[in-house]
């Protein structure tokens, strides 16, 4: 099997059948974000449960890497403390600066889990962002979300 062709059909099936998409309540924080230089826009909700990322929902549109990069977010994220969450976050932001190096990839395939399949897309900067996005509107909501729930977390 070649292995790109194997990483475009995980984002087309995370694109055709989003996990989790949707604006649920309740929620303690909602973001939007834009990529201009694709226009590719992606609403977010986080929902905490202490300090566990009790859900994600969201709204997007744009192409068919900025979608399917929030898809395979959800799946990462959802049921993980929001410290953990943004640690996969960053190893994310880290394939996207492999610049395409397999041995990057290789490093991060078991945590990333479907999210590998964005590797290739680290070797097309006019990209990154669009891969990026739903990253980047995690780490704000997160923190706005941890921001209005009282100290201690508690649910
Ligand atoms: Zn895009």
Request: hydrophobic residues 40%; charged residues 20%; glycine residues 8%.
């Amino acid at each position: 099997m070649q292995l790109q062709s194997m990483y475009q059909d995980i984002i087309l099936d995370h694109y055709r059948n989003p996990h989790g998409r949707g604006l649920r309540d309740p929620f303690e924080a909602e973001v939007h974000h834009v990529n201009p230089t694709c226009g590719d826009e992606v609403t977010l909700r986080v929902h905490l449960d202490g300090e566990t990322i009790a859900d994600v929902s969201y709204e997007g549109m744009g192409c068919s890497i900025s979608q399917a990069s929030v898809s395979a977010m959800y799946d990462l994220v959802v049921g993980r403390s929001v410290t953990d969450a943004l640690a996969t976050g960053d190893s994310f932001m880290t394939l996207m600066q492999s610049k395409g190096d397999t041995t990057v990839a290789e490093g991060l395939e078991d945590e990333l889990e479907d999210a590998i399949a964005f590797a290739g897309v680290s070797k097309y900067p006019a990209r990154i962002k669009c891969a990026l996005m739903s990253w980047m509107a995690l780490k704000d909501a997160s923190a706005r979300a941890l921001a209005a729930t009282p100290a201690g977390g508690q649910a």
